[in-house]
């Protein structure tokens, strides 16, 4: 069975052909990162435009690295939220475009549900139920996964996302878009204990998150050396910043698997694929005697294979969409 999946919720446009699932036959990415890192962040409107001027030749060349055509497709699936409008909608015109030309059904996809999904295809033995923490630019979750279309939200970020203050963080400090990377790199010149900020929410079985005080906390701190005159050494607020949400993030998680009974832990979502994030959880986990999983690197960020497995899983169950679905960038992750 072959699955043709798009994703352009953000600033990448991508496609991807899956074969049953778990096995990626092209994931074709086009990243808009050096036109928008001028502007130090997405621009919605300039995203859109370039996802219209890529998309139909990055679904073609997916087919063809894949070495099949429409007519070998099963079911075509699309990122339609959360992320932003202008940009799905791209996406999920050309997705339903296809759809009717070619006949095939069309499965609209959550993208936060995408990046979970995104583990099974890096470790083929994955298999719910597991719990996921789920971190990147937009977003910061804590999920069950009962089964391959069955979830519970536990909880999920009431201001900024994990990745939102990494980028803020970086650009304050002079450095590019995207900042997460830049601070991870830096972090490791840096002392992790040189600075104490503050953690919010840090109540047991508390599973919501909070990273504005923590963002506030750091952009008071460099506003205040600099209105003193003072120099500051950047790798210490890097580490000593990225110290408070690595360690925010892993007590949460284990707290929540502790509380739920999970016995395996995955993360996912851009911010995953952090070196700090990666090597705190997965000591954490070992600790606790826990199976902890990471997707590979480039399925951490946005990307069609990812959206192509969740398809998969959601055809086999009958969940395909009509010709009117539409964007919805607040879409929730379906909670049961």
Do not use: W
């Given at each position: 069975m072959y699955t043709l999946a798009l994703e352009t919720s953000c600033d990448e446009t991508s496609a991807a052909v899956i074969e049953d699932g778990r096995h990626i036959c092209s994931n074709i990415i086009s990243t808009q990162v050096p036109i928008h890192r001028k502007f130090?962040?997405?621009?919605?409107?300039?995203?859109?435009?370039?996802?219209?001027?890529?998309?139909?030749?990055?679904?073609?060349?997916?087919?063809d690295t894949a070495q099949v055509t429409l007519a070998d497709i099963d079911h075509i699936g699309v990122t339609y939220g959360p992320g932003l409008v202008g940009a799905l909608l791209v996406g999920v015109a050309a997705a339903k475009a296809i759809s009717f030309a070619a006949d095939k059904p069309l499965v609209g996809v959550n993208h936060m549900e995408g990046h979970i999904f995104a583990n099974f295809l890096s470790h083929p033995e994955l298999e719910p139920p597991f719990l996921?923490?789920?971190?990147?630019?937009?977003?910061?979750?804590?999920?069950?996964?009962?089964?391959?279309?069955?979830?519970?939200?536990?909880?999920?970020?009431?201001?900024?996302?994990?990745?939102?203050?990494?980028?803020?963080?970086?650009?304050?400090?002079?450095?590019?878009?995207?900042?997460?990377?830049?601070?991870?790199?830096?972090?490791k010149e840096g002392n992790p204990d040189a600075i104490a900020f503050p953690k919010a929410l840090h109540e047991k079985h508390n599973f919501e998150f909070s990273f504005s005080g923590l963002k506030s906390a750091v952009?008071?701190?460099?506003?205040?050396?600099?209105?003193?005159?003072?120099?500051?050494?950047?790798?210490?607020?890097?580490?000593?910043?990225?110290?408070?949400?690595?360690?925010?993030?892993?007590?949460?998680?284990?707290?929540?698997?502790?509380?739920?009974?999970?016995?395996?832990?995955?993360?996912?979502?851009?911010?995953?694929?952090?070196?700090?994030?990666?090597?705190?959880?997965?000591?954490?986990?070992?600790?606790?005697?826990?199976?902890?999983?990471?997707?590979?690197?480039?399925?951490?960020?946005?990307?069609?294979?990812?959206?192509?497995?969740?398809?998969?899983?959601?055809?086999?169950?009958?969940?395909?969409?009509?010709?009117?679905?539409?964007?919805?960038?607040?879409?929730?992750?379906?909670?049961?």
């Amino acid at each position: 069975m072959y699955t043709l999946a798009l994703e352009t919720s953000c600033d990448e446009t991508s496609a991807a052909v899956i074969e049953d699932g778990r096995h990626i036959c092209s994931n074709i990415i086009s990243t808009q990162v050096p036109i928008h890192r001028k502007f130090g962040g997405v621009v919605p409107e300039i995203a859109s435009r370039q996802h219209i001027e890529y998309v139909l030749p990055i679904i073609k060349e997916a087919l063809d690295t894949a070495q099949v055509t429409l007519a070998d497709i099963d079911h075509i699936g699309v990122t339609y939220g959360p992320g932003l409008v202008g940009a799905l909608l791209v996406g999920v015109a050309a997705a339903k475009a296809i759809s009717f030309a070619a006949d095939k059904p069309l499965v609209g996809v959550n993208h936060m549900e995408g990046h979970i999904f995104a583990n099974f295809l890096s470790h083929p033995e994955l298999e719910p139920p597991f719990l996921a923490l789920v971190v990147s630019g937009g977003h910061t979750q804590l999920v069950q996964i009962n089964g391959y279309n069955s979830f519970k939200l536990m909880g999920q970020t009431r201001d900024d996302a994990a990745g939102e203050a990494f980028d803020k963080i970086a650009r304050v400090m002079g450095y590019p878009y995207p900042g997460g990377p830049q601070i991870d790199k830096l972090a490791k010149e840096g002392n992790p204990d040189a600075i104490a900020f503050p953690k919010a929410l840090h109540e047991k079985h508390n599973f919501e998150f909070s990273f504005s005080g923590l963002k506030s906390a750091v952009l008071n701190y460099l506003h205040t050396q600099e209105q003193r005159g003072q120099s500051y050494n950047a790798a210490d607020v890097a580490a000593s910043f990225q110290k408070t949400v690595v360690e925010t993030l892993v007590e949460k998680t284990m707290d929540a698997a502790s509380y739920c009974g999970a016995k395996k832990i995955a993360v996912a979502g851009g911010v995953s694929a952090n070196s700090g994030l990666a090597a705190a959880m997965s000591a954490a986990c070992a600790d606790k005697g826990y199976a902890f999983y990471r997707p590979d690197p480039i399925l951490c960020t946005d990307n069609g294979a990812m959206i192509g497995c969740r398809a998969y899983y959601m055809a086999l169950d009958g969940r395909f969409a009509d010709l009117t679905l539409n964007a919805k960038p607040a879409l929730p992750i379906t909670s049961d």
